[in-house]
């Protein structure tokens, strides 16, 4: 792999690490620092500065859809399911059973729920758009007050 690249995003919900290299992002994670770590630098690549200025859009309601490039690290399983979680429209949410029955393998609930708690690329793979059957908050790798937060956001900016 080519030399990664770190730039982290100062969120309303805390630090947010973007990690990259000059091509594609591979990861967009929160962490639990109370500062920003890693601030743009000369030689940060152009990928993760958009990815900066994208998040940046989202958090101010004016993003809905990223067009970043990024690449999935996981199996092939894990990617088909993260390719699914990315069709699931801005505001709206499904379950783990909602996107075993998109990817054809409606018993591969439980592998689906596994897979999107693997998700490393937060927000723009919206996993926190995941919510139980009878529409609960799930578990969420960020917090479960997070995945709250990003559902009100979403509502409140929803085009209608």
């Known amino acids: 792999m080519n030399k990664l690249y770190k730039l982290d995003y100062s969120s309303p919900l805390g630090i947010i690490e973007i990690a990259g290299t000059d091509e594609a992002i591979y990861s967009i994670l929160f962490n639990e620092q109370d500062k920003v770590v890693h601030a743009l630098q000369e030689d940060t690549p152009e990928v993760l500065k958009e990815c900066y200025t994208q998040l940046d859009e989202y958090f101010k309601g004016v993003r809905q859809e990223f067009n970043i490039p990024y690449i999935f690290e996981g199996t092939d399983f894990q990617k088909t399911v993260w390719n699914a979680l990315t069709q699931i429209p801005f505001a709206k949410t499904g379950s783990y059973k ?51 937060w990003l559902l009100k956001h979403e509502r409140e900016f929803e085009t209608k």
């Open 98 to 148: 909602d996107i075993a029955v998109s990817i054809g393998n409606e018993k591969a609930v439980r592998a689906v729920g596994s897979a999107n708690g693997k998700n490393k690329l937060s927000i723009i793979v919206p996993c926190h758009r995941i919510v139980g059957s009878n529409g609960t908050l799930t578990g969420y790798a960020g917090g479960v007050w997070r995945k709250e």
